[in-house]
């Protein structure tokens, strides 16, 4: 079955810092690969989205940005941090477009 | 625009009555649709799909849903809730057609009470 590893489960910026989250994909090849955040525990907002190898499609403007430089690797990045980038962010992979969806974890990110 | 929707954010039953969380759809194409439970502090599960045929799916932990395609609707059921239950439940869709994406809905809480 498929996995994702997704890291770190938590993590604490300042503001006006750098960030890097990553994901790993254990057990298919060529997923779709998808960042999401989630606020408050709530709803799960699409950040980007990705079909294959440098090949990302973003779905909301904002501060962050990603990039997919291996097959079964998805990251989410950010030269400056805002305080509005707190959040739990998913990684979240899928094979076929009739098959469910796979997890990560999560991190949640606080920006102080 | 293809969206679901779930038009309650909390839903309360007591422990061993049915429940039911709504979900309704609006997406062109071959509709295929999905619940995930998230329990506290942890990610998402996968609980039952819809693709095709036999409008009633069945899932994990005793969930069922119902395709209905009139009402555009998927509702998620459970003929005796659990307090273990209680969890955030999303419906998410994705189509045919070459739609890439995986869509959630906003999420309803579920709270069992004893």
């Known amino acids: 079955s498929q996995t994702i590893h997704q890291w770190p489960a938590t993590l604490v910026q300042p503001v006006g810092s750098p960030l890097s989250l990553e994901c790993t994909v254990e057990?298919?090849?060529?997923?779709?690969l998808y960042w999401y955040r989630q606020a408050a525990g709530r709803g799960l907002q699409l950040l980007f989205y990705?079909?294959?190898?440098?090949?990302i499609s973003s779905e909301v403007p904002q501060n962050l940005s990603a990039s997919r430089p291996q097959d079964r690797q998805f990251i989410l990045s950010s030269k400056k941090l805002l305080l509005s980038d707190s959040g739990f962010y998913l990684c979240v992979g899928r094979i076929q477009l009739n098959t469910e969806a796979f997890f990560g974890q999560g991190t949640r990110l606080t920006v102080v | 625009a293809q969206s679901v929707a779930q038009p309650e954010d909390q839903v309360n039953v007591a422990e061993g009555n049915p429940l039911t969380v709504k979900c309704t759809y609006s997406?062109?194409?071959?509709?295929?649709l999905f619940w995930y439970v998230q329990y506290p502090n942890r990610g998402l599960q996968f609980l039952l799909k819809y693709i095709t045929g036999d409008n009633l799916v069945k899932g994990s932990y005793g969930f069922e849903a119902e395709f209905n395609k009139s009402q555009t609707s998927f509702h998620l059921k459970k003929p005796s809730a659990l307090v273990s239950d209680s969890a955030l439940y999303f419906c998410?869709?994705?189509?045919?057609?070459?739609?890439?994406?995986?869509?959630f809905g906003t999420g309803t809480k579920l709270q069992v009470i004893p």
């Open positions: 990705s079909v294959g190898i440098g090949q």
């Open positions: 998410a869709f994705s189509s045919s057609g070459g739609y890439q994406k995986v869509t």
């Open positions: 997406v062109s194409g071959n509709p295929y």
């Open positions: 057990g298919t090849s060529n997923p779709n």
